[in-house]
């Protein structure tokens, strides 16, 4: 018999089973376990929120004065400046090529399934019509409600709309501004009010929550004074009971946002909702004309991590100050798109399940008799074991492209001390896909061991 299949069969069959009680003491019985959903802590909330674990990705946009000096959104705060001289981009904003279908023609293209929009960044300028402050879209030359004209395209097509909301605000002369991160310094005609202060907020939120149909998320931000109340998520929930809201706002909230990939172990499931949030751009999250990219590469895996781990994403782009978004945020997207629809169906309906693998540097996700292998970390070579399986599968498949993955469990030098053999996973693309996460389909008849 040839070497190969003398192990192909060794594997399969008779030394498997012979060496199982080995192998379960050096990986662990639990490895074995065939019912693996004890591994998902993520609990749904059991209500019109859980529309959120049937839309992982999503899209966050940034957009707002900001994008007309194209740098930063930050760019009062980062870049210095007076309020009164921020305030005069107003009469520059005037957006005559912002087309709400053309932003969700490209998040539907992209695979994703929600829309976070920033209402109102740390600068204090709203998107939409609010009675509360004058520094507001209506008093620009465009005059037009940005939040409601997005608000209609989304019911349009069903696609759930969250709101981005700054607690931290460089216009309002009540916020009490005193130069903390993200905060400007003290401005001539301030008086500084925390209660007033909270009373406009709180009349925002209901505008928010009231006046442009059903939200399906509240995303808080820049909560400067870490002023604890739970009064506030309260009324949103009162208001709009189907809204998830994040944790960065009066209490915990709902769901965690690790943002830019700030992560200490990529292993770990989630023991809560969490939505991850990254920009296409380097240093801002706004326009900004001589942005530095993320690879293609760094975007996809960190994606790819996330999705795999039961938690939501949120990628970002920041349309330009005419209402369209750049060429290069969309080519990004698009290339990510191409990824995210061939592979989504290992992020579907699955349990991530990495105790099956003692291989760190591959992502498990598990359904029923399937499982996929999500080769996210750099393949240094053409291969993948994956200890301490043995079993071959019925069909391996590389979702990428299609095409048939070759599998065989034999043991390899490398393992001559436990004298277990693995499942590989061989000849994979693995130089022509070096720019991507490969996801590796493989379907198993009986129990996988
Ligand atoms: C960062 C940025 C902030 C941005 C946010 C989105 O905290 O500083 O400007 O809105 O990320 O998550």
């Known amino acids: 018999m040839e070497r190969r299949f003398f192990f192909r069969a060794m594997a399969s069959g008779v030394l498997a089973a012979r060496l199982s009680p080995l192998v379960e003491n050096v990986y ?15 609990k749904r909330f059991g209500d019109g929120r859980d529309w959120f674990f049937e839309n992982r990705f999503g899209m966050f946009v940034h ?8 740098w930063h959104e930050q760019h009062q705060y980062r870049g210095r400046v007076e309020r009164a001289e921020y305030a005069k981009l107003t009469a520059q904003f005037n957006p005559k090529k912002f087309e709400p279908e053309r932003w969700l023609d490209l998040l539907q293209e992209t695979g994703m399934r929600y829309l976070c929009f920033t209402t ?41 709309l969250c709101l981005y909301y700054s607690i931290d605000d460089g216009n309002h002369p009540n916020y009490p501004s005193e130069g903390r991160h993200h905060e400007i310094p003290p401005q001539p005609g301030d008086s500084p009010d925390w209660d007033k202060y909270l009373e406009f907020l709180k009349a925002q939120v209901r505008e928010l929550c009231t006046n442009y149909g059903k939200i399906h998320g509240f995303w808080w931000d820049a909560n400067v004074p870490e002023y604890k109340d739970t009064s506030i998520n309260d009324m949103i929930r009162q208001l709009q009971p189907d809204a998830v809201i ?11 946002t690790p943002e830019r990939d700030f992560e200490r172990d990529e292993s770990v499931s ?27 590469r760094h975007l996809i895996r960190s994606i ?35 990824w995210y629809h061939s592979v989504k169906e290992s992020f579907e309906d699955v349990k991530h399940v990495p105790q099956m693998t003692t291989n760190r540097n591959v992502a498990l996700t598990r359904r029923g008799q399937t499982l996929y292998v999500h080769i996210n970390k750099e393949p240094q070579g053409n291969s993948v074991k994956l200890p301490p399986m043995v079993t071959l599968p019925k069909s391996a498949v590389l979702l990428n492209d299609g095409r048939k993955v070759e599998t065989i469990a034999n043991l390899t030098p490398a393992d001559h001390v436990s004298q277990w053999p693995v499942l590989r996973l061989r000849n ?22």
């Open 428 to 449: 994979l693309p693995a130089n022509e896909m070096a720019n991507t996460v490969m996801v590796v389909k493989l379907v198993f008849d009986s129990s996988i061991k």
């Open 63 to 70: 957009w707002g004065l900001y994008a007309i000096p194209a």
């Open 120 to 160: 109102k960044h740390i600068d204090g300028f709203c998107m939409w019509d609010t009675r509360q402050t004058k520094f507001n879209v209506m008093n620009t030359p465009y005059k037009r409600d940005i939040l409601g004209m997005l608000a209609e395209a989304c019911h349009k097509r069903n696609i759930p």
């Open 246 to 256: 994040n944790n960065r706002g009066f209490d915990d909230g709902d769901f965690g």
């Open 304 to 338: 790819d991590r996330y999705l795999c781990r039961d938690a939501n994403y949120l990628l970002n782009v920041g349309p330009m100050a005419d209402g369209t978004v750049s060429q290069e945020n969309v080519d990004i997207l698009k290339r990510i798109g191409r």
């Open 270 to 296: 989630f023991n809560r909702p969490t939505e991850a949030c990254q920009a296409v751009g380097m240093e801002s999250w706004g326009y900004r004309a001589d942005e530095d990219y993320y690879t293609d």
């Open 28 to 42: 662990g019985a639990s490895l074995f376990q065939p019912d693996i959903s004890e591994n998902n802590p993520v």
